[in-house]
């Protein structure tokens, strides 16, 4: 019984040890922890950011906006489109800046615009 529960153990561990092949809409800065409040630049990616490879054009986004001491604050209006440049190819994304005031955390939230999933038929 224990060798037939190691097995089993052995094969989940094995399982879960693949790379995960999915593409996440990702909100991008080189600089995640900062020392002062200054301007920081953003980039709004549809890729496989986990193997740095296949870009998605992504559609304008439903929301994006930052929250910060409980005070949220819209910046969809500040998106400027641009061409994001992977290892294997180019996709359509966006970019903004946004200055920071002080410390704390700024959680950056972005609702991405729906697409069609030509592989799963959905």
């Known amino acids: 019984m224990k060798k037939a529960i190691f097995m089993l153990a052995g094969v989940l561990v094995l399982a879960m040890a693949v790379p ?28 496989h950011p986990f193997e740095a490879g296949h870009t998605m054009d992504m559609g304008q986004p439903e929301q994006f906006f930052v929250v910060r001491k409980e005070k949220k604050k819209d910046l969809l209006k500040t998106l400027k489109p641009i061409t994001w440049t992977s290892l294997t190819n180019n996709g ?18 972005l609702v991405p615009a729906p697409y069609l999933e030509k592989e799963e038929g959905c």
């Open 20 to 47: 995960a092949m999915a593409h996440f809409q990702m909100i991008y800065t080189p600089e995640m922890a900062l020392e002062k409040g200054k301007t920081i630049e953003l980039k709004l990616v549809f890729t």
């Open 92 to 109: 359509a994304a966006y970019e903004t800046s946004c200055k920071l005031r002080g410390m704390g955390d700024n959680v950056f939230c």
